[in-house]
């Protein structure tokens, strides 16, 4: 997977699959990554020291009125505040454009 910051910088990382429960929870861990889906340290791609090698995330849905699905996104392994900080900017980012394109449905 590849995210695109703002000034054109790409993001490079994988991810490996841990649980997946249909219409419940997905669970799944990031590892950064070169162009090719090499293993690197994020360091080598920019980003702080600190910044975990590996990230596991929980995502959890649920449904609310209205016929409309609550989604819960859950990071371990965050460090320190610079690092969250960081991946809540570009998480907000990918969730604003998921919003962008489900709301054209």
Known sequence: MCMRSRDNHDFYNTWSYRKIVPNQLIEFVLDWADKDGNRIDPTQMGLPPGMPREVRHVITFK???????????????YTSDEVMNLSKAGLEECLDKMAAIFGKA
């Open 63 to 77: 449904t609310v009125a209205g016929n409309k699905t609550e989604m819960t996104v859950t990071e371990y392994g």
